[in-house]
C-alpha cells in the first residue's frame, strides 16, 4: 500500500484543517486506515483510525470530540482517508502521517493499529 497525505499548514488555535491521505493498492480495502502524530520530544501516538468498511472508527482520548476520521472506498484500489481536525489546539502541533495496518485476523480492534506502513509525514503547526 502506498501513502501519499497532505494537507499540513500553520493555524491558529480554535481553527480548522483537514488532512487527506490518497492510499493506493490492490489490497488497500484489506488494510485499517489512520493518523499517527509525534510531536518533538514526544512518543508516536496513533491520533485515529477507520476500518475497511469506514463504519468503525477509533480516536485517542486527546482528539475525541475535535478530530473527525472518514474514508472514501469509491474506488476499491484507491481509497481516501480524511481527518478533519476541529478546535485545535497548539498541543495538536505534531508531524501527522498516514498509515496503514494489514487486517491480519477476523478479530480486530482498531486502538491497536501499529502503523506497518506509513506515508511521508505532514507537519501541522498551531499557534497559540
Known amino acids: 500500500v502506498q501513502l501519499q497525505a497532505s494537507g499540513g499548514g500553520l493555524v491558529q488555535a480554535g481553527d480548522s484543517l483537514r488532512l487527506s491521505c490518497a492510499a493506493s493498492?490492490?489490497?488497500?480495502?484489506?488494510?485499517?486506515l489512520g493518523w499517527f502524530r509525534q510531536a518533538p520530544g514526544k512518543a508516536d501516538e496513533l491520533v485515529s483510525s477507520i476500518n475497511p468498511s469506514g463504519r468503525s472508527t477509533y480516536y485517542s482520548d486527546s482528539v475525541k470530540g475535535r478530530f473527525t476520521i472518514s474514508r472514501d472506498t469509491r474506488d476499491n484500489t484507491k481509497n481516501t482517508v480524511y481527518l478533519q481536525m476541529n478546535s485545535v489546539k497548539p498541543e495538536d502541533t505534531a508531524v501527522y502521517y498516514c498509515?496503514?495496518?494489514?487486517?491480519?485476523?477476523?478479530?480486530?480492534?482498531?486502538?491497536?493499529?501499529?502503523?506497518?506502513?506509513r506515508g511521508q509525514g505532514t507537519l501541522v503547526t498551531v499557534s497559540s
Open positions: 498509515a496503514a495496518d494489514p487486517i491480519r485476523s477476523i478479530i480486530y480492534e482498531l486502538h491497536t493499529m501499529r502503523g506497518d506502513f
Open positions: 493498492g490492490r489490497t488497500v480495502m484489506s488494510h485499517i
